[in-house]
């Protein structure tokens, strides 16, 4: 990707890669695994006890013993005599006896003796007694102990980011405490004198503020800790004041703006007078260009850009990548791919990046991307039709209908 990009601007995988190469994972902790949803495991999880944890029924119905039901016919059917009742959360020591049967509800212990579990609707009820004109084969409906995994059985590796049903798993088979790379604090540094928050009446040259509402709507989306999200003066000492408290307090520092060389991008100075080791500044894509990354005491500083179709590619592909690594997930970017159904705007010498929206290919029914108008880096009003941020390459045809692509999705 990029073979055309400017000379002396960074290729967007040479960025990432970077993220990987200077950035490791937050150090690791022991909690509980309710308290761990959204973070990546730092050792492998093991299940604590036997799934399921003892033989149990798996529908409403009767406990029974097969050889007592093996000559069970509709012309003569078994008369089973009932010898207990067994519901869910209890259990009994009492040995099913022959010719017996117990009542039993989904998920009770089977009684010794039972080998398979007759289903309700398969039965006549009669006083204290239970009639059965089927053969009901060993085993049937019946879970036995262990049979879904064993104690100790690996249920998940390290580097697995638990989502809410990696957490029920975990739940059943026991685990209370997890080993997790916890996720990464981030403060918000908007700056901006012309900047306002929406609502607020404006004055001439005033524009209302997208990029907070942005950024911090996509770092709740990620269920990210925010220390803070706070507007900074275009004044070198407020940038440097709010820039050190924020490194001091977080594991990640987003900023918008001042990262450019107007007379008021303060940025690239205060993070040089603050002690934070440049990586790289200036990327070769589009929008997005004047992207600032830099590290201080593993803390991880990205300078973004203030036009929000900018923020938006810095969230998506930078930020997005910086957090993986700091919380210890190896999965990279979850790149998907498609062909275009019309050509894109072309470039020569920046990648792009363009919003775009996930359609059917008429012909073949795949998965395909049509390009949306409006893709200015000023402009925003095309996330009501996105689905997906897609890399265009630099040069050649990468931007002709039919070529494939790899993008990220947006929501």
């Not at 960025?15 to 200077?22: G, W």
């Not at 010898?83 to 959360?89: C, F, K, L, R, W």
Request: glycine share 10%.
């Amino acid at each position: 990707m990029g073979c055309g990009t400017t000379p002396g601007l960074l290729p967007v995988a040479e960025a990432l890669a970077t993220y990987r190469r200077v950035l490791t994972p937050l150090p690791a902790r022991e909690q509980p695994v309710e308290a761990a949803l959204g973070q990546v495991l730092a050792a492998p999880a093991r299940a604590a006890v036997d799934l399921p944890l003892f033989d149990q029924s798996a529908v409403d119905g009767y406990a029974a013993r097969s050889v007592d039901l093996a000559m069970a016919t509709q012309d003569r059917p078994v008369r089973l005599t009932l010898s207990g009742d067994i519901p869910a959360g209890q259990s009994t020591e009492t040995a099913l006896a022959p010719g017996c049967a117990m009542r039993i509800l989904t998920g009770a212990p089977v009684p010794p003796g039972a080998d398979t579990i007759v289903r309700q609707e398969w039965v006549v009820r009669e006083e204290g007694a239970i009639r059965v004109d089927r053969v009901v084969a060993p085993e049937t409906d019946l879970r036995r102990r262990g049979e879904e995994l064993q104690s100790g059985t690996e249920l998940a590796a390290a580097g697995t980011r638990l989502d809410a049903g990696r957490l029920a798993a975990l739940a059943m088979a026991g685990v209370a405490d997890v080993n997790t790379h916890p996720k990464a604090r981030v403060t918000v540094l908007v700056t901006g004198d012309e900047v306002k928050p929406v609502g607020e009446r404006l004055r001439p040259g005033q524009i209302y503020d997208a990029n907070g509402p942005l950024v911090r709507g996509w770092l709740a989306q990620r269920g990210q800790p925010l220390v803070r999200c706070q507007a900074v003066a275009d004044r070198f000492e407020d940038v440097c004041q709010a820039l050190e408290q924020a490194l001091a307090e977080s594991d990640v520092v987003i900023t918008t703006g001042g990262v450019s060389v107007g007379d008021r991008d303060y940025l690239p100075e205060a993070a040089q007078r603050l002690g934070v080791a440049r990586h790289f500044w200036k990327l070769a894509q589009k929008p997005g260009k004047p992207l600032w990354f830099g590290t201080r005491e593993g803390t991880a500083l990205i300078g973004l850009p203030g036009n929000p179709a900018a923020v938006l590619v810095g969230l998506t592909v930078h930020v997005a990548e910086v957090l993986r690594v700091l919380e210890g997930d190896p999965a990279g970017p979850p790149w998907g791919h498609a062909r275009l159904l019309e050509d894109a705007r072309p470039d020569d010498r920046r990648d792009q990046w363009l919003r775009m929206r996930l359609q059917t290919d008429p012909l073949t029914g795949a998965t395909a991307l049509a390009p949306l108008p409006r893709q200015a880096s000023h402009m925003l009003s095309n996330l009501m039709a996105a689905d997906v941020l897609a890399w265009v390459p630099a040069g050649d045809d990468a931007w002709r209908a039919g070529s494939v692509v790899r993008w990220l999705p947006l929501r």
